[in-house]
Nanobody, 126 residues
Framework: QVQLVESGGGLVQPGGSLRLSCVAS????????TGWFRRGPGKEREGVSC????????NYADSVKGRITISKDNTNNTVYLQIDDLRHENTDVYYC???????????????????WGQGTQVTVST
């Protein structure tokens, strides 16, 4: 059974940092492109970042470039999303997703993934 589990969300003050984790079970992330998405109330899922099977290729949404770093540990089947200089507008539920059908470069920021986690809440507030 394929399962993706996110963790690391929480309440953080503006300017702070968080590292989100996505652990896969029943699934080898080395065979998949993995993406991170965000979704606020009443909004569509928005692609934040993706990373290739090997981890050599990454892609970031323009809105977060320079403040977010995606990385991957294939040994531990985990993908991370480091978010720095958090702002109020970063408050959302963050999801990880995985797919074997496309590449990070071609379609990695589109919500066409096959498998999704349940999400982790990030709240930026004073």
């Amino acid at each position: 059974q394929v399962q993706l589990v996110e963790s690391g969300g929480g309440l953080v003050q503006p300017g702070g940092s968080l590292r989100l984790s996505c652990v896969a079970s029943g699934y080898d992330l080395i065979d998949s492109v993995t993406g991170w998405f965000r979704r606020g109330p009443g909004k569509e899922r928005e692609g934040v970042s993706c990373i290739s099977r090997s981890g050599d290729t990454t892609n970031y949404a323009d809105s977060v470039k320079g403040r977010i770093t995606i990385s991957k540990d294939n040994t531990n089947n985990t993908v991370y999303l480091q978010i720095d200089d958090l702002r109020h507008e970063n408050t959302d539920v963050y999801y990880c997703a995985a797919s074997r059908r496309f590449t990070c470069r071609s379609n990695g920021l589109q919500p066409d993934y096959d498998d999704w986690g349940q999400g982790t809440q990030v709240t930026v507030s004073t």
